[in-house]
């Protein structure tokens, strides 16, 4: 499902224009990005959690070279799913 896709079935389940949908997508985006950023958790009971994870530094191999190479630690966004999605899902 694209955005475009997302956005249409959201405004025919709220009763919304697809532009106001458009900007309560962009919205909800927004404010999870920001969140993350700010090291923060969005945890919707029953749905999910979006969270940041800390990856450590680590050894790899260039795959070209076959030589060691050290990849740098970073932050990745995660999404853990809530016992209602799985349950729905299964």
Not at 2 to 12: G, H, I
Not at 45 to 68: D, E, L, M, S
């Amino acid at each position: 499902m694209t955005k475009a896709d997302f956005v249409e079935k959201l405004a025919d389940k709220s009763g919304l224009t697809k532009k106001g949908a458009a900007d309560v997508v962009d919205a909800f985006v927004d404010v999870v990005t920001e969140a993350l950023q700010k090291g923060e958790e969005v945890q919707f009971t029953g749905f999910g959690k979006f969270y940041v994870q800390t990856r450590k530094a680590r050894q790899g191999i260039n795959p070209q070279t076959k030589q060691p190479i050290t990849i740098q630690a970073s932050s990745i966004p995660k999404f853990s799913a809530g016992s209602s999605l799985k349950a729905a899902v299964k």
